[in-house]
C-alpha cells in the first residue's frame, strides 16, 4: 500500500519522488526571499530555519489529507474483501514519512553547504540526538488524527473540507515564516502576563515546529531593539504535554476507527 502511495502520487511524472522535496523547497525559497528582504527577517540561513520547521507541519498536512479519502479511494476493494482497514491511512502516513525523511536530507544538504561558505558555524546541533523521539511524537498525533479523519470522511465529506480549511489557517498559528521568539517577546505578550504566549504553545503542531528548529538549527541571532529579543530555548514543558497528548490521541483516533470501521461496507 505504500509503495502504491508513493507510485500513483508521481504517476506518469517526468522527476518522480523528485516533486515531494521540489515542491516545498520552491514554496520556501520564495517565501524566504521575500521574509528577507521584503519583511526584515535579517537572520542568516533563513530558509534552513524555515524549513526546520515547514517539512514537520507539510508531513502532518499532507498525511492528514491523504488518508482522509483512503477509505473512499479503495471503497471498491473493501467491499469485495477484507483486510485490517487500518492499513490505509497507516500508509498515506507512511508514505509521507518517506518524504519528510528525503526533505530533510535536503535540509542537511543546505546546512552543509552553508557551512562550506562560513565553517564558523558547525550546522548539526547535539539537539539532533532528539530527532527520533520527535518523528515518534509527530507520527503518533499524525496517525491518530489521520484515524479520525478518514473514519468520519468516510461518512461525512464534508469533513475533508473542514479540515483543509483548517490546515491552511493552522499554518499561520505556526512559527514557520516568523519565529517563536516574536511571539514570546511581543507587547501583547508581556501585557497579557505571558497568557498569550501559553494559548499559542497549547497547538500541538506549533510545539512540534517549534522543537524540531530547536533540536536541528542553531539559536536565533539576538536582534536589535525591535527585533526578537533573546532566544527560548526547548519547550520542555510544553513538549511533554504534547508527548503525553500524542498518544492519548493516537489511541483514541484508533479506538474510534475501530469502532467505525465495521460500518464502512454500510455506507449510504
Not at 20 to 36: H, I, K, Y
Not at 109 to 135: A, K, S
Not at 219 to 241: F, N
Request: proline share 6%; charged share 10%.
Amino acid at each position: 500500500m505504500v509503495q502504491r502511495e508513493l507510485r500513483i502520487r508521481y504517476k506518469n511524472s517526468a522527476l518522480g519522488v523528485l516533486w515531494s522535496f521540489l515542491n516545498p523547497l520552491a514554496q520556501v525559497a520564495v517565501m524566504s526571499f521575500v521574509f528577507s528582504n521584503f519583511l526584515r527577517q535579517d537572520v542568516p540561513s533563513f530558509t534552513v530555519y524555515m524549513l526546520a520547521a515547514y517539512l514537520p507541519f507539510i508531513f502532518f498536512q499532507s498525511s492528514v489529507l491523504d488518508s482522509a479519502q483512503s477509505i473512499l479511494n479503495q471503497y471498491g476493494l473493501i467491499k469485495k474483501i477484507y483486510f485490517p482497514r487500518e492499513i490505509l491511512p497507516l500508509a498515506a502516513v507512511i508514505a509521507n514519512m518517506i518524504h519528510l525523511a528525503i526533505g530533510f536530507l535536503i535540509m542537511f544538504g543546505l546546512m552543509f553547504l552553508g557551512y562550506l561558505r562560513d565553517p564558523r558555524v558547525f550546522p548539526f546541533q547535539i539537539g539532533t540526538i532528539y530527532l527520533p523521539f520527535l518523528l515518534i511524537v509527530s507520527t503518533l498525533f499524525a496517525t491518530g488524527i489521520s484515524f479520525i479523519v478518514s473514519a468520519l470522511n468516510t461518512f461525512y465529506e464534508d469533513v475533508k473540507y473542514i479540515v483543509q480549511i483548517g490546515l491552511y489557517l493552522l499554518m499561520y498559528l505556526c512559527p514557520i515564516v516568523y519565529f517563536v521568539e516574536q511571539v514570546a517577546n511581543s507587547p501583547r505578550n508581556h501585557a497579557s502576563g505571558w497568557l498569550l504566549f501559553k494559548l499559542y504553545m497549547l497547538n500541538p503542531v506549533a510545539v512540534q515546529c517549534v522543537a524540531y528548529r530547536k533540536a536541528l538549527v542553531a539559536p536565533v541571532p539576538t536582534m536589535s531593539a525591535g527585533g526578537m529579543g533573546l532566544p527560548t530555548g526547548m519547550p520542555w514543558k510544553y513538549l511533554a504535554v504534547h508527548s503525553v497528548g500524542a498518544v492519548f490521541v493516537f489511541l483514541f483516533g484508533y479506538w474510534l476507527f475501530n469502532r467505525l470501521k465495521w460500518k464502512f461496507v454500510e455506507r449510504p
